[in-house]
């Protein structure tokens, strides 16, 4: 198994994560996306839309960070990280979608412009980011996980650009059931770190 890879990148580090988790063996290609690898033609071939993450398996290549999370959860992690049963999946499913909208146009915007210099409308990402933020913690008072009472791969999509939020400009100190998601998240058994997402 191939992913290709940038560590800076939390769509990445979504599925490093992930395949740690899992204890799951790959091989890293590290994109150099500062030269615009991700743009080559032959980077092209792999994803017409010129991004990563991208992970090769047996001949299937997938992009998109959410997609690849719902293939390594159902070859690898049985019924634990995504169940197949309609609602189970629906409620897992529908955090996939934050991550891939609200949070992508959020957080994960508001970053890509302090930290890397991308042309967003700052104030209206941070404001995105503020928002659904908000909503986050309000569902996490009373729960321990976003979905199903238990670690699954809604956690994993979403807590990424969540806990980098800072880099964006925007705190998560107003945010003590985040905050304390964020450290469950980071107990469990084979987490890995990112540059701004340490262990403790
Ligand atoms: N929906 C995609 C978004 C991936 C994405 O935006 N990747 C960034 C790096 S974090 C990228 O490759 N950007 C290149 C570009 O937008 O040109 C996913 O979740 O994987």
């Known amino acids: 198994m191939k992913l290709y890879d940038l ?3 939390g769509n990445c580090y979504k599925i490093r994560l992930f395949l740690s988790l899992l204890d799951i063996n790959y091989e890293l290609v590290t ?3 500062m030269a615009g690898q991700h ?3 032959e980077f092209l071939q792999l994803n017409p839309l010129g991004e990563i993450p991208i992970l090769e398996d047996d001949g299937l290549v997938l992009r998109d960070s959410q997609a690849i999370l719902v293939y390594l959860a159902k070859k690898h992690g049985g019924e634990t990280w995504l169940p197949s049963d309609p609602a189970g999946m629906a409620q897992v499913t529908q955090w996939l979608s934050t991550a891939a909208n ?3 146009r959020g957080p994960a915007d508001a970053r890509r412009n302090q930290k890397f210099g991308f042309a967003v ?3 209206a990402a941070q404001q995105k980011a ?3 933020i908000k909503t986050i913690e309000q569902h996490l008072i009373p729960y321990k996980w976003l979905a199903l009472g238990r670690p699954t791969i809604a956690d994993i999509a979403c807590f990424p650009y969540i806990a980098l939020a800072p880099e964006g400009g925007v705190s998560l100190d107003k945010y003590p ?3 304390q998601w964020c450290d469950r998240l980071k107990k469990l058994p084979n987490f890995i770190e990112m540059p701004g997402i340490t262990a403790n």
């Open 130 to 132: 503020e928002s659904i």
């Open 31 to 33: 994109v150099d996306f």
């Open 121 to 123: 409308n700052l104030e």
């Open 102 to 104: 609200e949070i992508a």
């Open 7 to 9: 560590e800076l990148s």
């Open 39 to 41: 743009k080559s033609p």
């Open 177 to 179: 059931a985040i905050n």
